[in-house]
């Protein structure tokens, strides 16, 4: 029996073709690209990833394992320790050059002011006395006002070299170097016309002092206190604490103490070496800023007010008492109309003196005082209080002059002012070398305390870079042996 031929199954149907080359959900390819066919790797979203947008990915895979949470721990703690250096080499190189500054440059400038105007108050009273001894000049005083006018204008030129900064400063500077070629051909009138006996040297003097008096020493008096501001514009700056170095080394060990309790609830060890040896250096840098700030800070204030309040309570008893010398010189000089050059020099032996008068003591008040109470030991009291006993006297001795004066004996009032013995010059003479010798010594105070205070800041700056690359380096070791047992 014959059977019918078979038919042969029927091709399985073909799936449908999506778009892109490949099957929906799938990475299968398309057949109908064969070998060629394309896998869909982009994001549903469609759109190429930035590379910010790549890295952000990475990031956060990363995180997902252990390994990647540690390898971020470990960059965050580098960079934080890292940070905390430099931060701290950047505020203490800061202070280092501002108490440079105060030591080197401010300071002295300061002085450097004082003594301008010293220099000047000085030469206006040294020229008068030599005037008031007559056509025969003494030979110390003309000595004495040719080496006042010299330092002075050797000091200008200092100031004006190391002021270029300061336009204040600047302007007075260039007052002072027009004024005194002037004030001295005025002196050197008046010394003419006095040798020859002519009145007129009176009348040139007393306009060489309203000079001094009306110009010169203004303009020293606002250049004193523009380098006195400056002083105190860099003793701040030194003895500004760090804020910004102290926050972030307290940052930066307190990711390190994160890290660490971190390692030991995951892990029950105790220690990770390598943590612990970042944070001890961590810590030895913000002890050492803390510590050596504070000793620095403390040394520079001493400075301040053992030598710099010190010295600036000195230049002001000592100029009063300059500017009294020469008041006292132009009342005798003015022979009768000297009314108010008296009482200038009233004022101004109230002020050094503190209201004493003559026959008393001196009172509480005053520049004097107010110098011995700056005074921190026996060598600048004792100086201090040779000084205002010298005032003492050097008011009694001016009553007689007057007395003399105001009674006609005019050569008298004269030998009373500027004799030889006991003379109201002889008691200025020793006001100044007490003073002076006060000066010099509150002068060494200052640099020594002032040396001292910068000296904590020695090696620091360079220090803290040093443990801070070390305690990085420590922190990614310590790190790395964890990461180490992933392996």
């Known amino acids: 029996m014959t059977q019918p031929p078979t038919a ?5 149907p073909s799936p449908a073709p999506v778009a892109g080359g490949a099957a929906s959900g799938s990475g299968a390819p398309d057949p109908h690209n064969g070998a060629n066919a394309v896998f869909q790797l982009t994001p549903s979203g469609g759109g190429r990833r930035t590379a910010w947008g790549e890295s952000v990915h990475r990031i956060r895979a990363a995180a997902t394992t252990e390994p990647g949470r540690l390898r971020l721990i470990g960059a965050v703690v580098a960079a934080l320790v890292v940070l905390f250096g430099a931060v701290t080499a950047w505020q203490v190189s800061d202070r280092v050059e501002a108490a440079d500054a105060v030591v080197d440059h401010s300071q002295p400038l300061s002085a450097d002011a004082a003594r301008i105007y010293r220099s000047l ?16 000049e003494p030979r110390a ?3 004495r006002y040719e080496r006042d006018v010299r330092e002075a204008s050797e000091l200008l030129a200092a100031a004006a070299a190391n002021s270029a900064d300061s336009p204040g400063a600047q302007r007075q500077i260039a007052v002072l170097n027009r004024g005194v070629p002037v004030y001295t051909g005025l002196v050197e009138a008046a010394r003419a016309n006095n040798r020859q006996g002519l009145p007129l040297g009176g009348a040139y003097l007393r306009h060489a002092n309203a000079k001094m008096r009306g110009e010169l020493l203004p303009a020293a008096r606002k250049l004193y206190t523009a380098e006195t501001q400056r002083l105190g514009d860099d003793y701040r700056d030194a003895k500004s604490w760090p804020l910004l170095a102290i926050g972030a080394g307290v940052l930066a060990l307190a990711v390190l103490g994160w890290a660490q309790r971190r390692n030991y609830r995951r892990t029950n060890r105790v220690f990770n070496q390598g943590l612990l040896g970042a944070t001890a250096a961590s810590l030895a840098v913000l002890v050492w800023l803390v510590g050596g700030h504070a000793m620095a800070a403390s040394g520079l204030g001493e400075s301040d007010t053992k030598g710099a309040s010190s010295l600036a309570a000195l230049n002001e008893a000592w100029i009063g008492a300059l500017q009294a010398r020469g008041d006292e010189n132009m009342t005798l000089v003015a022979r009768g109309g000297g009314a108010a050059y008296e009482d200038s020099y009233k004022k101004q032996m109230a002020d050094v003196a503190g209201g004493g008068r003559a026959g008393g003591s001196a009172g509480d008040g005053g520049e004097l005082n107010g110098a011995l109470r700056a005074a921190d030991d026996d060598a600048g009291r004792s100086a201090v209080q040779d000084a205002k006993d010298a005032v003492v006297t050097w008011e009694k001795r001016h009553a007689e002059a ?15 002012v500027i004799g030889a013995e006991h003379s109201t010059g002889q008691s200025f003479d020793e006001v100044d070398r007490s003073l002076s010798k006060a ?13 001292s205070g910068r000296g904590w800041f020695g090696g620091l700056a360079i220090g803290a870079m040093v443990l801070a690359v070390l305690s990085a380096a420590a922190g990614l070791l310590g790190i790395g042996r964890r990461l180490s047992e992933y392996r």
């Open 8 to 12: 042969p199954p029927a091709p399985p």
């Open 121 to 136: 108050a000085d030469a206006d009273t040294s020229a008068s006395s030599g005037f008031l001894a007559g056509g025969d």
């Open 141 to 143: 005083e003309r000595r």
């Open 402 to 416: 007057r007395a003399r004066d105001d009674g006609g004996d005019y050569e008298a009032a004269v030998r009373k």
């Open 439 to 451: 000066s010099a010594h509150e002068q060494r105070q200052f640099e020594e305390a002032a040396d």
